[in-house]
């Protein structure tokens, strides 16, 4: 009571009960246990064949506050079987259901109590700490969110709240809070069941104490808890893990050597390993691959007077233990040799430079000069003279001669790797192309099924070869400027074979394929030109040696002969004349031999009776029995030209031009005229074959669909006969057919002018190939390395490692995608080249593991250690068959007495006596965990009797003691 100002009295009212944020805390924690349905009304109970390393966990986080302060609470449980078959399961767990209790003094226990007295699983190895410390399937853990409590009072009040909720809820599922700083992982829970309950308790020290080093002051430990020392009856059950760690293991002078590529093989004599040594990328690691090798050696479920440890002697010995098991620990952080020469070459996608730049051949003196030349040239105000021409060529002449006059000891790749990287891209070079065929012959056949939906190149074309080859210089020999300096020497063999007619080898014959990548086609272009061009030289070849063995052999032939075979050769120069003609921009005017060709119509013979008739040309052969409209002559198959080829971006820029003109009259007459080139050209040669015919005949070889024919009775005869006419479409006015061959010429196709000109078409590519930038050919080129390492990858990981199958067929789909996106970008492939690290990582395990076991030694356990091997590649943790007597145990022997004469590590030896031959093969235990169990009555012997459980874990740098104390409640 107090005083006003006015002084009359005020009486304050304390309300308690108002609730006090203790009350609230419980209150919220109360409604989120109910929430999940974790009292003992749910479907949570124990199973005792659940196997906790190959359980599938589930996790449900909430959030509640005590004074302001967040807390985080999360549920986790081994999700049930029938967990995701309905909605309902998944916001609320599903837990095993129980199977037949072991005993009738366990019907009353609590289900994590029986997980704690019947763990089959006794050493788990990637699960939450606390399943790993007390075998436990489910529990909810209490954390703060962002600080840590460290005040004792503090602790104690959440245990508390955690024990009042856990009694009010009647939940089964152990509750824990999270305590201390986060690395620390200290725990302190409680479990309420209705007749008894559980305290779990923790000690966490940075150093081991002397005294608790050992199974015998652990016992010591655990009984005093227990109040254990008169009951001398009650046994506690013990199980013992020891941990030693093989390290170091890239140290070691047997651990396995990566592979690197070259051109040459060492020792190679013959030609064929110089050209297939450079036919795939670097592999492996730079390091090994394995950081350390952990064997465990275990006692499970013995009893305290069986083994003997202690400060004096000890029978815990590794080669002793009945159970072992291995664990590999892979470095992460280790670069693969494959992926990384890929990478640095896609890098390349993002070079600004030209390929002058990257060899340091421009020259900005001779520019200027050549620029101010042309300047002069083009000013019309300039008087121009001889000197000034004569300038222009020597600027013009220093410019062509710059790269090849570069001196030899300033490029990036040495001569004579050149020579070799030059016979791996071309190999008919050598003169040996049957003897490597051979050789990749099996390779190729078996990769092309793996590739063919791949729009790249050929395995072991020369663009393919080219690839491998850019990759290895790229990270070898000089980066950017190795790489243009091989393209460079890769543009100069173009133009030298279309100069020399050598056809490029490895190359699909026939019309470029569409199905491939866009430099590939053009490769496939510039074949089809080298081979139009050695037929045309072989035919001008056959014409000269004709002439010249009529004139030699047969003097008297008659003029008319002479004037024929002269007439076939001067067609074939005019053709070349019109071959120079179309090299200039304006094709409308070329000059031509007067004498050569007057008229393009075949030459005109006289008949019998003084009239002039046309011989015919460029027959093939006859059609059938099918004979002239107008005459009784034959029809005859004629020679025609081949149409000319064309790659995808050449159809594409044609579509796009016929687009482009419209849909007007003379647009759509200019477009059927671009489209009826190759049927005037057919319709001449038609003409020229078969003299005297008429549309219907063409129409009858050409398009026989549009040649109606019926049967029509003669009037004067009566006879039936079979006549045709020209379909409807073929009668429309202004048909192009029909204005088409009222304007064809009965010409041959040998002296047409030619539908397909090789030699501008193959200009065309050549200047393609030679103004790329560097990011261009790494764009086009590295399609067909990432190939080459898919190839590889394939080839050593599909045998050694089997489990590795899948995902190489998903990083096949995968690069198919990449490479058929009509839109190209090395982003796409760089994501490629990230899942090959992962396979690349695997198959180095691999050969790793393989190496230090010895599974290349024949013997009749090698196929065990094999598959011992390829179970820790994919396994967390590998039970050893036999233990210390099977095969693998010996061969993890001969691993580690290997490693211990190599000085690494000291020998452990638990007994006094240090000439123990057998402990020495083993280095000292870098780990080791205790687990003691009993059933004991608490707090007094005449309580009934639960289950007492400690786990003690001490290494390097921590010591903890992890405990779960039992007490009877019916009667406190």
Not at 253 to 259: A, L, Q
Not at 577 to 587: L, P, Q, S, V
Not at 731 to 738: F, I, R, T
Not at 801 to 824: D, F, G, H, M, W
């Amino acid at each position: 009571m107090s005083e006003s100002e006015d002084g009359t009295d005020i009486f304050e009212i304390t309300d308690f009960t108002t609730a006090s944020e203790f009350e609230r805390f419980v209150a919220q924690l109360e409604e989120v246990i109910h929430e999940w349905k974790l009292t003992t009304n749910s479907r949570y109970s124990y199973t005792k064949d659940l196997d906790i390393n190959t359980a599938k966990w589930q996790e449900l986080t909430d959030e509640i506050t005590f004074a302001n302060f967040p807390f985080g609470i999360t549920f986790y449980c081994i999700k049930g079987e029938d967990s995701q078959s309905t909605s309902e399961n998944m916001n609320t767990p599903t837990l095993q259901i129980s199977s037949e209790l072991s005993s009738s003094k366990e019907g009353l226990w609590a289900p994590a109590l029986k997980e704690l007295h019947h763990n089959k699983q006794e050493f788990p190895s990637k699960v939450h700490c606390l399943c790993r410390w007390y075998g436990l399937a489910s529990f909810v853990v209490i954390y703060p969110k962002s600080y840590s409590i460290s005040d004792e009072s503090r602790i104690n009040m959440l245990v508390s709240a955690i024990t009042v909720a856990s009694q009010t809820t009647s939940c089964v599922v152990p509750l824990f809070v999270q305590s201390l700083e986060p690395s620390r992982k200290f725990y302190t829970g409680c479990l309420w069941s209705p007749n008894s309950t559980t305290s779990f308790q923790m000690v966490h020290l940075n150093r081991v104490p002397e005294k608790f080093k050992n199974l015998c002051g652990l016992l010591d430990v655990f009984k005093q808890k227990l109040n254990m020392q008169r009951d001398i009856q009650t046994k506690a059950v013990v199980s013992v893990r020891l941990t030693c760690v093989l390290q170091d293991l890239e140290r070691n002078v047997w651990s396995w050597p990566h592979e690197q590529a070259g051109f040459l093989e060492d020792g190679a004599k013959s030609t064929v390993l110089s050209l297939t040594g450079a036919n795939c990328l670097p592999f492996g690691t730079y390091e090994d691959s394995i950081e350390n090798l952990c064997l465990y050696a275990m006692w499970l479920n013995m009893s305290e007077d069986v083994l003997s440890d202690n400060s004096a002697n000890s029978d815990l010995e590794p080669l002793s233990a009945p159970i072992w098991t291995t664990q590999v620990t892979m470095s992460k952080e280790v670069q693969g040799l494959l992926t990384q020469c890929l990478l640095k070459f896609a890098n390349l996608c993002d070079s600004k430079e030209s390929f002058g730049q990257a060899v340091g051949t421009k020259d900005e003196k001779n520019d200027n000069e050549l620029a101010d030349a042309l300047e002069k040239l083009t000013d019309p105000h300039t008087q121009y003279n001889l000197p000034s021409l004569s300038r222009v060529s020597r600027v013009v002449s220093n410019t062509r001669s710059r790269l090849s006059s570069h001196p030899q000891t300033d490029s990036p790749i040495p001569l004579d790797l050149l020579n070799k990287i030059l016979l791996h891209v071309f190999p008919d070079a050598s003169g040996e192309q049957g003897e490597v065929d051979e050789i990749l012959s099996e390779e190729t056949e078996g990769l092309k099924e793996v590739f063919k939906f791949y729009k790249t190149a050929p395995v072991h074309s020369p663009l393919y070869n080219l690839a491998v080859a850019c990759c290895l210089v790229n990270h070898s020999y000089g980066g950017l400027k190795a790489v243009a300096h091989l393209w460079h020497e890769f543009v100069l063999e173009m133009r030298y074979r279309l100069d020399n007619s050598i056809l490029l080898p490895g190359l699909e014959k026939g019309l470029p394929n569409l199905s491939q990548g866009i430099l590939y086609q053009k490769l496939q272009m510039l074949n089809c030109c080298i081979e139009t061009k050695i037929s045309r030289d072989q035919n001008v070849s056959t014409l000269h040696e004709s002439s010249t063995d009529h004139t030699t052999d047969k003097p008297e032939t008659s003029a008319e002969g002479e004037g024929v075979i002269s007439h076939e050769i001067e067609s074939v120069e005019c053709t070349e004349a019109d071959e120079a003609a179309d090299e200039d921009d304006n094709e409308e005017f070329f000059d031509c031999e007067a004498d050569s060709i007057e008229d393009n119509s075949p030459a005109p013979t006289a008949s019998s009776d003084g009239a002039i008739a046309l011989q015919p040309q460029g027959r093939l052969c006859l059609l059938g029995e099918q004979k002239l409209m107008n005459s009784d002559e034959f029809i005859y198959v004629p020679l025609t030209q081949e149409p000319s080829p064309m790659t995808e971006d050449m159809l594409e820029e044609h579509a796009d031009m016929l687009t482009r003109l419209g849909t007007s009259s003379s647009g759509s007459s200019l477009r059927a005229r671009l489209q009826s080139a190759s049927l005037v050209s057919d319709m001449e040669s038609f003409k020229a074959a078969n003299p005297g015919c008429v549309l219907e005949d063409f129409v009858r070889w050409y398009s026989p669909r549009d040649f109606i024919e019926e049967s029509v009775i003669e009037k004067n005869t009566g006879n039936t006969v079979e006549k045709g006419c020209l379909s409807k479409r073929m009668l429309v006015p202004g048909n192009m057919w029909q204005e088409a061959w009222s304007n064809a010429k009965p010409i041959p196709a040998k002296r047409q002018k030619r539908l397909f000109n090789d030699t501008k078409e193959a200009e065309k590519v050549l200047h393609l190939l030679a103004n790329l930038t560097p990011a261009q050919v790494a764009l086009h080129l590295l399609p067909m390395a990432c190939q080459s390492a898919i190839g590889q990858i394939k080839k050593q990981g599909e045998d050694l490692v089997p489990s590795l199958a899948p995902s190489i067929k998903t990083l096949i789909s995968q690069l198919e995608r990449v490479t058929r996106n009509s839109s190209q970008s090395a982003g796409a492939y760089i994501d490629c080249i990230h899942s090959m690290h992962s396979a690349e990582l695997v198959i180095s395990r691999a050969k790793s593991l393989f190496l230090k076991f010895g599974c290349d030694e024949v013997s009749e356990d090698s196929e065990d250690v094999r598959e011992f091997v390829l179970s820790l590649l994919t396994q967390e943790e590998v039970k050893v068959v036999g233990g210390a007597r099977g095969p693998i145990g010996k061969a993890l022997r001969n691993l580690f007495q290997k490693h211990m004469q190599s000085g690494h590590q000291n020998p452990y030896s638990s007994s006094k006596d240090k000439s123990d031959m057998g402990s020495a093969v083993f280095p000292k235990p870098v780990a080791k965990e205790y687990i003691l169990r009993t059933v004991a009555p608490r707090p007094t012997p005449y309580s009934q009797q639960l289950p007492q459980y400690m786990r003690c874990v001490m290494n390097g740098y921590e010591y903890r003691l992890c405990g779960a104390f039992s007490e009877d409640s019916t009667f406190v």
